[in-house]
């Protein structure tokens, strides 16, 4: 990475139970010629100087082999708990995070939560219209890492309520992005029937039997 900017750390946020995969660590299940997670760990590292994986399975450390592997320090915490875990594992750069079952996740749209961050903002968070949002694909400042732990030790689990807590900026997804880009890049893979969509994406022209 070159230029002035502040130093960046991408977590690539590999939790979940995965229970509607059987318990499969899913960000590692087949999406064409790559892994789920794969896109986002590229983006990722297109994005920040180096990135670490928030994981709690016991094999984390062999899925990405280059990547150092951070755990919970308390498991069962929710979304907020992967967050403070991401945030911790910053050691006072400017993280970047993303789920690992976004599938279509961009380095460019990475890079925007970023600089929001480096121009200011505590954090970046995408926004829908709706006022739905992607609290788990955003940039935080390394001063969040405090504020969640103590939201935690309140009993907070919500990853919202980190965002709020600080008064980060949005990303307003409707107007930075079409449409049909929108719903492609902020696609969570979650059931099975998500991870059928997300083939027909990357193989639109496959005739499937019914």
């Known amino acids: 990475m070159t230029g002035t900017r502040q130093r960046r750390r991408g977590v690539l946020l590999a939790g979940g139970a995965s229970s509607r995969f059987g318990g499969v660590a899913k960000g590692l299940l087949p999406l064409g010629a790559m892994r789920l997670a794969d896109a986002a760990l590229a983006a990722l590292r297109e994005t920040c100087d180096d990135v670490v994986i928030a994981a709690n399975d016991d094999t984390a450390e062999f899925w990405f082999r280059e990547h150092p592997v951070v755990r919970d320090a308390e498991a069962g915490r ?14 006072g750069a400017n993280v970047v995070v993303c789920a690992w079952d976004m599938p279509f996740m961009t380095a460019d749209v990475l890079e925007q939560l970023a600089q929001a961050v480096e121009a200011g903002a505590n954090a970046c968070v995408p926004v829908r219209a709706d006022a739905s949002s992607e609290p788990l694909c955003a940039a935080y400042a390394p001063s969040c890492a405090a504020v969640a732990s103590t939201l935690l030790a309140r009993g907070e689990r919500s990853a919202q309520a980190l965002w709020r807590e600080v008064g980060g900026a949005s990303w307003d997804i409707d107007t930075m992005l079409t449409p049909e880009r929108a719903a492609r890049t902020f696609f969570n893979v979650n059931t099975p029937d998500d991870l059928r969509r997300a083939e027909a994406w990357v193989f639109p022209f496959v005739i499937r039997s019914t």
Do not use: K, Q
Request: proline share 0%.
């Open 78 to 91: 929710g979304a907020l708990g992967a967050l403070e875990t991401a945030l911790l594992a910053g050691d």
